[in-house]
Each structure stands twice: as structure tokens, then as C-alpha cells.
């Protein structure tokens, strides 16, 4: 079964400098990943999606991940921290090819960016 | 503009009550999915929805119920069985055409 594990509850950056989510992941075959965010008590919105084509995905907000397959990781960087990137961060991936289509969700990282 | 709304926002329940809460996409998704989510947990799937009138339960479906009778709809009924039901509460939607998923911005219930 295809599970997901992000190496940190917490990550704490300054403003201006950068971000680095980490994110492992389990699969049998190369899955489809993504990275969503979540600003407090809100829903959850689509940062970026790897879905087997180019290696290097860029998302909004000036967010990027790169798929490493020897690695099995799926890391989200950013050069750049901005205090509005301060939320709540999941990496998922799809559970199965045909197991309707529902998402497993790591257990989340929280991103603090001090002034 | 499309989109998905949960509601309430907030919901307070006493202990033994069962309550409802709303979700309706105007998004004319097929699939529906309503998600649990405790901190450090990341988020867990009660109950799902691939059609009208067909659901299926999720990872921890027990206490809860749903309905899924208008496409447009699937509220979930937290009952008086769920011994932990505080929690915020995520209801998703997934496009057929490009499995994109778009999330609602949840419901925050506490039982007091």
C-alpha cells in the first residue's frame, strides 16, 4: 500500500530564507504525489502535483518538489520564505489505481516564519 | 464561481446528541469524501461517495453516517456513538476528468 511520512511536525525559517518540507513516501509502483497546504481552519489548497511526467514540479506561490525515485522522496523548497507561507503543510499520495481514488495524507508539517 | 461550502463554520454539541454537518459542491463532481483531521494526524477518511445513492465507508467510519442522495450533497451525521467526535472536519470533491480534488474550508466541531 502506497503511505506517505513527513520527516517534520515543525520547521521554523526566518523570513527570506528557504524552505525545505520533507516527505518520503512508499509505494510498489511510481505514484502520483502531491503537496497540499492548509492556512488555519481552513480547507486544504493543491500546491503542486507529480504525476510521472518531468521530475521537477513547480507549483504556486514560488513552491517547488522534486521527485527522486532512488530516494523515494518528494521534497517541497521554496529560496524564498514569505510570512504569508506560514501554515500548515501534507504531503499524499494516492492509495491505490483503483481504490476510489482516495488520498493517504502524511501526518502534516507545521511552517513558522519569523520577521 | 464553483466551489464547495461546508457548514457551519462552528459547531458545539452536547454529549449524546447527534448533529449534521453540510457539505454542497456546485463543481458537478461525481466524488465525494469527507475527512477527519486531528493535529500531528494529518487527515483521515470517514466516509466516501463515487455516485448518487452509493457510499462507502472509510477508514474510521464508526459513529458517523452520511447520505448521498442529491449529487450536489453529502452531509455527515456525527451520532452519539463517536466517543471523540471534537476534531475539524474536511469535506472534499474530485473531478472525474482531471482527479483533481477540491477541499471545502471545514467544519470545527467540539462537544462541550
Known amino acids: 500500500a502506497q503511505s506517505v511520512t513527513q520527516l517534520d511536525s515543525h520547521v521554523s525559517v526566518s523570513e527570506g530564507t528557504p524552505v525545505l518540507l520533507r516527505c518520503n513516501y512508499s509505494?510498489?509502483?511510481?505514484?502520483?504525489l502531491f503537496w497540499y497546504v492548509q492556512h488555519p481552519n481552513k480547507g486544504l489548497q493543491l500546491l503542486l502535483k507529480?504525476?510521472?511526467?518531468?521530475?521537477l514540479v513547480k507549483g504556486i506561490n514560488g513552491f517547488e518538489a522534486e521527485f527522486k525515485k532512488s530516494e523515494t522522496s518528494f521534497h517541497l523548497t521554496k529560496p524564498s520564505a514569505h510570512m504569508s507561507d506560514a501554515a500548515e503543510y501534507f504531503c499524499?499520495?494516492?492509495?491505490?489505481?483503483?481504490?476510489?481514488?482516495?488520498?493517504?495524507f502524511g501526518g502534516g508539517t507545521r511552517l513558522m516564519v519569523k520577521p | 464561481d464553483g466551489g464547495i461550502t461546508q457548514s457551519p463554520k462552528y459547531l458545539f454539541r452536547k454529549e449524546g446528541q447527534n448533529v449534521t454537518l453540510s457539505c454542497e459542491q456546485n463543481?458537478?463532481?461525481?466524488?465525494m469524501y469527507w475527512y477527519r483531521q486531528d493535529p500531528g494526524q494529518g487527515l483521515r477518511l470517514i466516509y466516501y461517495?463515487?455516485?448518487?445513492?452509493?457510499?462507502q465507508k472509510g477508514d474510521i467510519a464508526e459513529g458517523y453516517s452520511v447520505s448521498r442522495e442529491k449529487k450536489e450533497s453529502f452531509p455527515l451525521t456525527v451520532t452519539s456513538a463517536q466517543k471523540n467526535p471534537t476534531a475539524f472536519y474536511l469535506c472534499?470533491?474530485?473531478?472525474?476528468?482531471?482527479?483533481?480534488?477540491?477541499f471545502g474550508s471545514g467544519t470545527r466541531l467540539t462537544v462541550v
Open positions: 472534499a470533491s474530485r473531478s472525474s476528468l482531471n482527479y483533481g480534488y477540491t
Open positions: 509505494s510498489s509502483y511510481s505514484p502520483s
Open positions: 507529480y504525476t510521472s511526467a518531468a521530475t
Open positions: 499524499v499520495v494516492p492509495r491505490e489505481r483503483n481504490a476510489g481514488n482516495m488520498l493517504t
Open positions: 463543481l458537478n463532481h461525481d466524488a
Open positions: 461517495s463515487q455516485i448518487v445513492n452509493d457510499f
